[in-house]
């Protein structure tokens, strides 16, 4: 949905770079997945509910980027809670991997939040950020 915004916004690059986001995050799931599987675990996709967004400007979108990585991280924690509490050291590995990610991700957007801010309503300044975007590789 962010990336819809931005393209919105005309910020093509910002709504590449979400689109990459939201990809990986899709490879992410499918890692969760496979690991049930492999552990002759069912898997059952459930309903995912959409946030209220109201986006006007791309720092309003990083913003929630990040509210959503945090969250994200919150839960992945949890599930490490869970996993040492049940005796669950099989799934160290991949919970270690997603801490660790989850730690990249975040940092990730938040130095993207902070150019943004940097530059404020500058829109060469933001023409730019969109423009370093872009080039992002997946």
Do not use: C
């Not at 709504?15 to 490879?27: G, L, S």
């Not at 980027?65 to 005796?87: C, F, N, Y």
């Not at 991949?94 to 500058?122: C, Y």
């Amino acid at each position: 949905q962010l990336a819809y915004e931005l393209d919105r916004l005309s910020f093509p690059g910002m709504r590449d770079w979400m689109f990459q986001q939201a990809a990986e995050e899709r490879v992410h799931a499918q890692k969760f997945a496979q690991h049930l599987l492999d552990r002759e675990a069912r898997v059952d996709i459930e309903t995912v509910e959409m946030p209220s967004l109201k986006i006007s400007t791309p720092l309003d979108a990083f913003e929630a980027s990040l509210e959503h990585e945090k969250k994200v991280s919150a839960m992945i924690r949890d599930l490490v809670h869970t996993a040492e509490e049940v005796g669950d050291i099989d799934s160290r590995s991949l919970l270690n991997f997603f801490l660790d990610e989850q730690i990249e991700e975040e940092a990730t957007v938040s130095e993207i939040i902070d150019r943004i801010k940097l530059v404020g309503n500058d829109g060469s300044g933001l023409l730019r950020i969109d423009s370093e975007l872009a080039k992002r590789n997946a």
